[in-house]
């Protein structure tokens, strides 16, 4: 990881051939992690309630 205390020069702040460079030790890094989680939670939540429903459903005469 990056360490946020050193300075950047410009040279090796230009794009590399894979991509922008990035900094995932800040709080963007963070941020994305949280959303991620909630999203995951949501859907697994949704997903469960939908098999239980088809369980529900499928138990009926």
């Known amino acids: 990881m990056a360490d946020p205390t050193t300075t950047v020069t410009p040279a090796a702040a230009a794009d590399t051939a894979a991509g922008p460079k990035t900094m995932d030790a800040g709080k ?3 941020k994305r992690v949280y959303h991620r989680l909630v999203i995951y939670t949501a859907g697994i939540h949704v997903f469960a309630g939908f098999i ?7 138990s009926r005469k």
């Open 28 to 30: 963007w890094a963070n």
């Open 52 to 58: 239980i429903l088809l369980f529900e459903l499928g």
